[in-house]
């Protein structure tokens, strides 16, 4: 038996794969991480599951006929990979000549691997800019209201997208630490492009050790580690903007507002001010008001707010506020909340987000380059927001309005999607389902028959990271990774690159695509741009042949203290010298350009407006359960769900679907009993779990189990989106709504 083993990388982290007589057997943590994800347990039964994709596939009734409708419901014609390229190439031929690259939809979102060469989503879209362009995404299902938000209010998104204060000026200095949606460390086992290290709780052990006290604010006291020792406040699922407001009409009538701050460094206060004392609109948002929309005692906003004022206060906020109705809500008012606490720029101080998102937000790292490809320029410059895709799919020459813009949808004729899971990932998917059958083709690249690949009439199987060379590393990660490919590709699979390059070539445009590179040559391409890119900061790194064959380097770690990044820090001195980006170079707690917009759905200054659902809609009646769908524990989204971890997490046979005792009695249900959800978009089964750690009137349920509607139209795995809504956050950001989701549950019996 020979045993060889490679360096390997996944969002989860980074591994070591082990091999005997070329097959995986065993995936090993890497030795300098502290807290592996026991995700990579699941990996080596993935690489060879029932599940693979092994050849090229055509649906047979497109195949016969071109039909659209039976997608999802068709069986599967394997065919040569000469036979698919052929079908994929005529396809992309004729509709490009029919309709131009309006009708081609490329934007495929996804989180696609670690491995940043092989990213399926930028080679897909690489591939369709340099053919002559193809309808895009804007934004992301993760942060997308706030990607659009943020930049009028503080001219720029990078508290999302880049760095925010660290954690190492957090332990300096911070004495409470303020936690909308709490630290879950589930969440803390996955970083985009890959983790070398996880730190999240090792950050989190070494704050509590510092002194700092915690409060978390969520709906579900499990986003508070037990190590934090944290205070735990239960809110009402969206109603957070309402309990900030809450604050800050106790900080304002107490006069426990920084006016200085306020006037230095913000504009729109006045405006503000005005609506949070009622003279606006002739109502106070005291806290008494704010308790009864979020379900928290007056005495305990007005208390946090005092609190807050007395001390320095990180106030930081998970994404998964703004992926609701009005998610551009809760954080503009947590900005203008910390900026009447006057702390924005100070070391440990102010608002920031996504700390207990994901792991190595907030990490302490060396201004560095990261491994990078890009798609390049979409000659079509064609995009729709990201999570619009249902809308566009059947509303056809619409018009609706994004950020400021009217814009009109496209008359998509083809599909294309490699590196993303649309029917795990957007909302309301039986509309999507309907939607889906509008083109006249879907070509679809994955590694794994998911509930996609089975809606796609021309499916082709995609090789895993394990299966060839690539480069990985988070640009929030301090170390750098080798890809090394561990096993040959499973059954006919092949590279995204290399199924490209051929259509391509059939296209005749594949130097546009290719650059004159091959795999390798992409490599130290990639390479060469981390090397020189590190060079310039004085750092010496190896070159691409030593890296490769070494599988990964470390950065030289920045010194505490001296190196602590603080958000704003430069503009808190002076304002004058270092603008924001913004119209009037500072914070706008009101601004002139949404106020321009005129949109009812994002008024120009932070305000409480109610979700389309919540436990104060009149739809609660019927569906009188708030059902928070959070990431899982036990596999990033809908990867890995039919792996070991995630089915020994299931209950009855499907997702888990968490209940607090209060609402679980009333239905009469235990735990391990097979629940129906359901509301007027749709149903799937669940198995229940009793959870004291939710507030009542909350149902809580991990999303990613693979989509699986039976022909009675039940879904039966526990997906929730079947049930979340499919509206944009506003007409300015046009985010997902997915937290904004009431339901009501049954027991089910078969
Ligand atoms: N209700 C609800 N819905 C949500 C959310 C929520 O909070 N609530 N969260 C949203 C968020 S934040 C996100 S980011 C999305 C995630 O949505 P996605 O990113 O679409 O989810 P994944 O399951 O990661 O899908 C990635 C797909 O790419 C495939 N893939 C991986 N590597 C390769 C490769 O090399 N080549 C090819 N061809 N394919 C590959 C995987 O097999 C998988 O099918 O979900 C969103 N959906
Ligand atoms: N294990 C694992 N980790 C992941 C991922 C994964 O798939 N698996 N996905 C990654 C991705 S793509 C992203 S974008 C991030 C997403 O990061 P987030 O969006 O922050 O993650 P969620 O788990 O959706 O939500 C965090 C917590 O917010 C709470 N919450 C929900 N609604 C509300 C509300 O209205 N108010 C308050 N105060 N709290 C609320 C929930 O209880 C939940 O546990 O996670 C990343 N981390
Ligand atoms: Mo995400």
């Known amino acids: ?159 999302v997208s880049g760095r925010v204060t660290d954690w190492a000026s957090v332990v300096a200095h911070t004495r409470l630490m303020i936690c909308f949606g709490g630290l879950a460390l589930k969440n803390g086992q996955v970083t985009s492009g890959g983790a070398g290290a996880h730190t999240m709780e090792q950050w989190l052990a070494r704050a509590r050790a510092a002194g700092i006290e915690f409060v978390v604010i969520s709906p579900n006291r499990n986003d508070a580690p037990a190590l934090l020792d944290a205070q735990w406040i239960g809110v009402r699922p969206n109603t957070d903007t309402a309990l900030m407001l809450g604050m800050a009409h106790t900080l304002i009538s107490e006069n426990r507002h920084d006016r200085a701050f306020l006037q230095s460094h913000c504009i729109g206060f006045a405006a503000l001010e005005n609506y949070v004392s009622g003279a606006a609109d002739g109502v106070p948002k005291t806290a008494a008001w704010a308790a009864a929309i979020c379900g928290v005692e007056a005495e305990t906003i007005s208390t946090l ?88 799919l059947e509303q056809p020459g619409a018009q609706y309005q994004f950020n400021g813009g009217r814009h009109t949808y496209p008359d998509i004729d083809l599909i294309y999607w490699a590196g993303g899971n649309p029917f795990h990932h957007h909302q309301d998917l039986n509309r999507l389902a309907r939607a889906w059958a509008k083109p006249a083709t879907v070509v679809v690249h994955d590694s794994w028959w998911t509930a996609t690949a089975k809606r796609a009439d021309i499916v082709l199987p995609a090789t895993t990271p394990l299966e060839r060379d690539d480069i990985g590393g988070s640009s929030r990660d301090n170390f750098m990774f080798a890809m090394q490919r561990a096993i040959a590709p499973v059954g006919q699979s092949r590279d995204d690159f290399d199924i490209f390059r051929e259509l391509a070539a059939r296209a005749g445009h594949e130097h546009a695509y290719t650059e004159g590179r091959n795999t390798r040559e992409w490599l130290q391409e990639i390479w060469k741009h981390v090397r020189d890119g590190a060079a310039t900061k004085g ?54 350009t949404i106020a321009a917009f005129d949109y009812a759905d994002c008024p120009p200054h932070p305000a409480w407006l109610p979700p389309a659902e919540w436990l104060g809609a009149e739809a609660a009646r019927k569906h009188p359960l708030h059902l928070i769908t959070i990431q899982p524990p036990d596999r990033l989204h809908s990867q890995m769900d039919p792996g070991p971890l995630a089915q020994a997490n299931k209950v009855a046979g499907r997702e888990r679907l968490g209940l607090n005792p209060v609402d679980a009695a009333a239905r009469q249900l235990v735990d391990g009993d097979t629940v129906r959800l359901y509301n007027n978009r749709g149903a799937c089964l669940a198995g229940v779990v009793i959870d004291t750690a939710l507030i009542e009137g909350v149902a809580a349920m991990a999303t990613g189990a693979w989509l699986d509607i039976a022909a009675d139209g039940l879904e039966r795995n526990g997906n929730p989106n079947v049930l979340s809504v499919d509206i944009g956050t506003s007409q300015l950001a046009q985010g997902p709504s997915a937290l904004s989701v009431l339901v009501q549950v049954e027991k089910w019996s078969a």
Not at 355 to 367: F, I, K, L, T
């Open 1 to 159: 038996m020979t045993i060889r083993r490679f360096q390997q990388l996944a969002h989860w982290g980074a591994f070591t794969a082990v091999v005997e007589d070329g097959r995986l057997v065993r995936c090993e943590p890497f030795a300098r991480d502290p807290a592996p994800s026991k995700m990579l347990d699941s990996m080596p039964a993935m690489a060879y599951s029932p599940t693979r994709i092994l050849k090229p596939a055509i649906r047979r009734s497109w195949l016969a006929a071109r039909d659209r409708t039976l997608r999802g419901a068709d069986d599967y014609i394997e065919v040569s990979w000469d036979e698919a390229l052929k079908l994929v190439a005529d396809e992309l031929g004729r509709v490009r000549a029919e309709r131009g690259a309006s009708g081609i939809f490329g934007g495929s979102y996804g989180w696609s691997s670690a491995g940043r060469f092989h990213h399926a989503r930028t080679q897909v879209r690489r591939f369709l800019f340099s053919a002559g362009g193809c309808v895009d995404q804007a934004g992301n299902y993760s942060w997308g209201a706030a990607q659009f938000l943020l930049p009028h209010v503080i001219g720029t998104h990078a508290p």
């Open 305 to 392: 707010a005092r609190r807050a004022a007395s001390m320095r206060t990180m106030m930081t906020l998970t994404w998964s506020l703004q992926r609701a109705h009005h998610g551009e809500q809760p954080y503009w008012m947590a900005i203008a909340l910390a900026a009447m606490l006057g702390q924005i720029g100070l070391p440990g101080g102010g608002f920031a987000f996504g700390h207990g998102s994901m792991n190595a937000v907030g990490e302490p790292r060396a201004d560095f380059p990261s491994p990078e490809f890009g798609a390049g320029l979409n000659p079509a410059s064609q995009a729709i927001p990201v999570a619009r895709l249902t809308d566009m």
């Open 539 to 592: 750092a010496t790194l190896p070159a691409f042949d030593a890296f490769f064959a070494q599988g990964w380097v470390e950065l030289p770690p920045p010194a505490p203290g001296r190196d602590d990044y603080v958000l704003f820090d430069a503009f808190r001195i002076a304002p004058d010298a270092h603008p924001l980006h913004t119209p009037s170079g500072k914070i706008e707690l009101f601004s002139d």
